[in-house]
């Protein structure tokens, strides 16, 4: 029996109890598909500085770097937030995407048909709605140096971040973002800010290039990132995969994240390049919601974002596809029968607890698979 090994790194706040319910999953899929999983677990953010002092250690880092994949929680919480700057909780998570080089981070904003109402927007504008934000992950303004805050003489201070792309780094996530196109609706819409950054004039170039000289078959559009943020949510419908660098991405992943209804209901891929000789890619696994330490170790979180990322590692770091398309059904299914977390709940609906969304889950895959 294949072996498959993942790390799993729960972290901080509903990191901890979404993670709780992903495991029982696993733990099913072993006993009723043999899927021979394999896992370890460690600390990363609040918990990791509170047992050794840095938001993830070098030995967990190392265990990260070995697994097939990593699933990750959430991070951070009001507890942390004297810490030093380098071992603020979500440095555990910077530096996971940085030694891994996962350089491609993957947002789907799916809008499950019975959930069209709880969006924010009007349900027609949403319902059906699949876009997929291709996020760089490992660098520009994230990890460009200088980045410090340095004092100036007449008692002043200056804070410096910077933004910095290579030619290389946009080609492989305009890659990434033109192959998966072809596996959707054919449309890849690259976002920057050319008219103010010379880092957007070269992504606008290099996005062109990459397009010419092998995708001239998908369709390819480019839109300024304040435009494309006022399109998401004026016509969300327009987009199929949506390219960015590092800081859009994470803004313009909220904005498409809340089309759907809730930030509870986002899964996120993170991967690397695959590898020389395997053509395994590293790859980390993690809903788009933060750790939420509002509602934290009361039972109420949702955990579909992490349930339904634990699907996208079946997909895309083991080729399960039937076993990925299982999980998703059983959480649209679930959804269709009207089982809510608080986050996702209608007028008139009795909210269930995290824990009874797990069992909700489970049950439709014991069915489904009958
Ligand atoms: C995200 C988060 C992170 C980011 C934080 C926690 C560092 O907002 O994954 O979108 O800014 O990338
Ligand atoms: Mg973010």
């Given at each position: 029996?294949?072996?498959?090994?993942?790390?799993?790194?729960?972290?901080?706040?509903?990191?901890?109890?979404?993670?709780?319910?992903?495991?029982?999953?696993?733990?099913?899929?072993?006993?009723?598909?043999?899927?021979?999983?394999?896992?370890?677990e460690g600390l990363v953010?609040?918990?990791?500085?509170?047992?050794?002092?840095e938001?993830?250690?070098?030995?967990?880092?190392?265990?990260?770097?070995?697994?097939?994949?990593?699933?990750?929680g959430?991070?951070g919480?009001p507890k942390?937030?004297?810490?030093?700057?380098?071992?603020?909780?979500?440095?555990?998570?910077?530096?996971?995407?940085?030694?891994?080089?996962?350089?491609?981070?993957?947002?789907?904003?799916?809008?499950?048909?019975?959930?069209?109402?709880?969006?924010?927007?009007?349900?027609?504008?949403?319902?059906?709605?699949?876009?997929?934000?291709?996020?760089?992950?490992?660098?520009?303004?994230?990890?460009?140096?200088?980045?410090?805050?340095?004092d100036?003489?007449?008692?002043?201070?200056?804070?410096?971040d910077?933004?910095?792309?290579?030619?290389?780094?946009?080609?492989?996530?305009?890659?990434?973002?033109?192959?998966?196109?072809?596996?959707?609706?054919?449309?890849?819409?690259?976002?920057?800010?050319?008219?103010?950054?010379?880092?957007?004039?070269?992504?606008?170039?290099?996005?062109?290039?990459?397009?010419?000289?092998?995708?001239?078959d998908?369709?390819?559009?480019?839109m300024?990132?304040?435009?494309?943020?006022?399109?998401?949510?004026?016509?969300?419908?327009?987009?199929?995969?949506?390219?960015?660098?590092?800081?859009?991405?994470d803004?313009?992943?909220?904005?498409?994240?809340?089309l759907?209804?809730?930030?509870?209901?986002l899964?996120?891929?993170?991967?690397?390049a695959?590898?020389?000789?395997?053509?395994?890619?590293?790859?980390?696994?993690?809903?788009?919601?933060?750790?939420?330490?509002?509602?934290?170790?009361?039972g109420?979180?949702?955990?579909i974002?992490?349930?339904?990322?634990f699907?996208?590692?079946l997909?895309?770091?083991?080729?399960?596809?039937?076993?990925?398309?299982?999980?998703?059904?059983?959480?649209?299914?679930v959804l269709?029968?009207?089982?809510?977390?608080?986050?996702?709940?209608?007028?008139?609906?009795?909210p269930?607890s995290?824990?009874?969304?797990?069992d909700?889950i489970?049950?439709?895959?014991?069915?489904?698979?009958?």
């Open positions: 029996m294949t072996t498959r090994n993942l790390f799993l790194l729960p972290g901080d706040g509903i990191g901890v109890e979404t993670m709780a319910e992903v495991k029982r999953i696993i733990a099913w899929m072993n006993e009723k598909l043999s899927t021979g999983f394999e896992t370890d953010g609040g918990s990791a500085y509170d047992a050794h002092g938001a993830i250690s070098d030995s967990d880092m190392e265990k990260a770097m070995a697994a097939d994949a990593v699933l990750f959430a991070v919480g942390w937030d004297d810490v030093p700057y380098e071992a603020r909780p979500e440095a555990g998570l910077l530096r996971l995407r940085k030694d891994m080089q996962l350089f491609a981070n993957l947002r789907p904003a799916i809008c499950y048909p019975a959930l069209a109402s709880a969006s924010s927007l009007k349900q027609e504008l949403v319902e059906g709605l699949d876009i997929l934000i291709v996020r760089e992950l490992t660098g520009g303004v994230y990890f460009g140096e200088p980045k410090e805050i340095i100036l003489d007449n008692g002043q201070q200056r804070g410096i910077t933004q910095i792309y290579d030619t290389y780094e946009i080609e492989r996530i305009a890659g990434v973002a033109f192959d998966l196109a072809k596996t959707r609706d054919n449309k890849v819409t690259s976002m920057e800010k050319r008219n103010v950054m010379k880092s957007g004039v070269l992504w606008n170039n290099v996005v062109t290039a990459v397009h010419k000289k092998d995708y001239s998908v369709e390819l559009d480019h300024l990132a304040d435009a494309g943020g006022m399109q998401l949510v004026r016509a969300p419908k327009q987009f199929d995969v949506i390219v960015t660098d590092n800081l859009f991405g803004m313009l992943s909220d904005v498409a994240a809340m759907t209804g809730s930030l509870g209901m899964p996120s891929a993170s991967l690397g695959p590898d020389a000789s395997t053509g395994k890619r590293k790859a980390m696994y993690e809903p788009v919601h933060g750790s939420a330490p509002d509602i934290a170790g009361q109420k979180a949702n955990p974002a992490m349930i339904a990322s699907a996208m590692c997909r895309y770091s083991f080729e399960m596809i039937a076993e990925a398309d299982m999980v998703e059904k059983a959480i649209a299914e269709n029968d009207g089982v809510r977390t608080g986050d996702i709940v209608d007028a008139g609906m009795t269930v995290t824990s009874q969304m797990g909700a489970l049950a439709k895959l014991e069915a489904l698979s009958a």
